[in-house]
């Protein structure tokens, strides 16, 4: 009867064949974005493998040469330098380092994630006069929202984009930060309430792919999943008419409902989107009586408004202006103090 370590060793092989029903999306990407990433990746493991996998074998290699039952090993104790030795063990690590910071450096400026596309896949540039797919992406508690403003519609759960056309997404929170990711498209962006950032990204091939949040954000977490579909153009068409005969509208009023914490919501299409929403959303302002964060930011740029603001409102005198080198720009008003407002009454 075997031992167990030789049952257990024969279990784990018979158990390798399940291995090959894994997805290595990271690996085998559909995107172009993420081809380029997923190649960097392994550039960069094959540059410290250079390093790693000679250091590993020579350890095993002077601890079998130099046991201590070799007595042919050659035993020196008074040996303390080799200026070769010093060459290799200092040359090759910086020559790896190097060609890792020059990778580093072009494909971070490559990569931005807020840079457009400049081409399709390796080979295919942007066509010139291409027009991105605009998608707004709103991460709710715990469902993803997307605004398509060219189409006028929006879904939940869902998003959809055509083979080879670049595709811009524009990034919000409604609450927490979370985190955008479809693996096989691009790397994950993160979603602040707020702020908006961006993601430009292609889709090459036709398929569905997963998406989710990779950045935890609650309870509801685990179920913020959301099928991508990558369609041909006329798929895409089909798709965006399916949606537009939805009896939903997304009007500010759904849209603060829908914004309630809830988890594992089933896909939802609108067929109509409220003007401006995303920009309300960004802006904390999606209810009527709430002034939205870029006009009150505009107001404390000038000064601020009322009694304190206005009369504490300032700008300096010609003289300073002449030594700071600013007679010949426009004067900008900025806040000269700080009061209440009964301060503000008294003055």
Known sequence: MPSFPRLRGLILIAALPLLAGCNAVLLSPSGDVAVQQRNLIIIS????????????FLTFLFAWRYRASNKEAHYDPDWNHSTMLELLIWAAPLL???????????????????????????GREVPAGTKPLVVEVVALDWKWL?????????????????????????????????????????????????????????????????????????????????????????????WVADARTSTAKLSRDVYLKLEQPSERNPVQHYATVAPGLFDAIVNRCVEGNRMCMKDAMAIDATGGMGIPGAL????????????????DTPPRKYVGAMCTSTEGLVL
């Not at 493991?45 to 590993?56: A, D, E, F, K, N």
């Not at 790896?96 to 390796?122: F, K, M």
């Open 45 to 56: 493991t094959g540059l410290m493998l250079l390093i790693i996998v000679p250091v590993i």
């Open 96 to 122: 790896i380092i190097i060609a890792l910071g020059a990778l580093t450096w072009v494909s971070t400026h490559q990569l931005d994630p807020y840079r457009p596309l400049a081409r399709l896949s390796e």
């Open 146 to 238: 997307f605004l398509y403003p060219e189409q006028g519609i929006a879904t939940v759960n869902e998003l959809a984009a055509p083979v080879d056309r670049p595709i811009q997404f524009k990034i919000t929170s409604s609450t927490v930060m979370n985190s955008f990711f479809v693996p096989a498209l691009a790397g994950q962006i993160y979603a602040m309430p707020g702020m908006q950032t961006t993601l430009h990204a292609v889709i090459n091939h036709p398929g569905e792919y997963e998406g989710l949040s990779a950045n935890y954000s609650g309870s509801g977490f685990s179920g913020m999943r959301f099928k991508f579909h990558g369609l041909d153009q006329q798929g895409f068409d089909k």
């Open 312 to 327: 504490n409102v300032t700008t300096l005198d010609p003289a300073t202006r002449e030594r700071l080198g600013l007679s």
